[in-house]
């Protein structure tokens, strides 16, 4: 009895690939070319009786052009129509926002009521984090609540075609597990300082029991300064972010508690292929949230560890 060939199926590189309907267009680039033509055609009849073709073409062609760049139009990935909204939206948000709770308390009626653009009373900033809990836990109000895992990588590559069925039908188990949740990868990276690595050694240094170990210890250092000066040095760290929705009348209690089961079973489900995840706690989420609003105020502190450097030669 032969044996039966593996059938491998081909998966197209950009999985969010719209799916054309017409003449090779999308639902949305019909829309729009669609609505830009219907709107041209009823001016066209509305004023054809007294304005002449040619003229009529001619005042068409931008708001054509604009219907074209929207439709095919795209930037950094990101079609040109949602871009649009998204600077839309942008401009009417105020640009001054403080954390304030309760509200912005208005100022006392003897400071006057004429206020500017340059005066106006700043908007409260509304974070989607409302708590975080010494789990890890995260309240998203609304929204339902989160949990943060920090996982590792495998290479397929690296593995036969039985080793790499055994990952993917793992990681298949896991994804059915995600039944009314939802749950977001995302891969970051981070400036790595080697500053209080270079003094570790140099204090370390002078204590070695051999003076040709102090040397290798301090030419070790050497080539750490040189690195630092010359390569962009960031770490990796991937996340997955699992999030379960809070639904009517449901209280906190069992949010949290589903989402902190749905953590643990996702931490043994990944075993199977290969990841090893690690839920976070409360500290860790803080830590994480503030390193990723302001990178670059925390770089110092990311030293010691060299796990999963990426590096990048410096140009200038």
Known sequence: MTEQRRRRVRLPADIEYEDRILARLTARQVAIL?????????VFMATRPVVPLPVFLGAAAPVVGLAVALAFGRRD????????????RQARQPRRLVTAPDGVTPPPTWAGSDQDKETALPSPLRLPAQAIAANGTIDLGGDGMASVLACSTVSLALATDAEQEALVTGFGVWLNTLAGGAAQVLVRTEQVSLTPLIGRVEAAAGG??????????REHTGFLRQMAASTDLRTRQ?????????????????????????????VTDLRAAGVTATVLD???????LADVCDPYTSTTSKASTTDAVVTKRRTG
């Not at 669609?34 to 009823?42: I, K, P, T």
């Not at 990935?77 to 839309?88: H, I, M, N, S």
């Not at 070695?208 to 210890?217: F, G, K, S, T």
């Not at 991937?238 to 996702?266: K, Y």
């Open 208 to 217: 070695l029991p051999h003076l040709a170990l102090e040397q290798a210890a």
């Open 77 to 88: 990935g990101v079609t040109l129509d949602r871009l649009a909204w998204a600077a839309f």
């Open 34 to 42: 669609a609505v830009a033509g219907v709107v041209l055609w009823l």
């Open 282 to 288: 409360g500290a860790a989420v803080r830590q994480l």
């Open 238 to 266: 991937v996340l997955l972010i699992l999030r379960e929705p809070r639904h009517a009348g449901e209280d906190e209690a069992s949010v949290a508690d589903r989402v902190t089961r749905l953590g643990q079973a996702t």
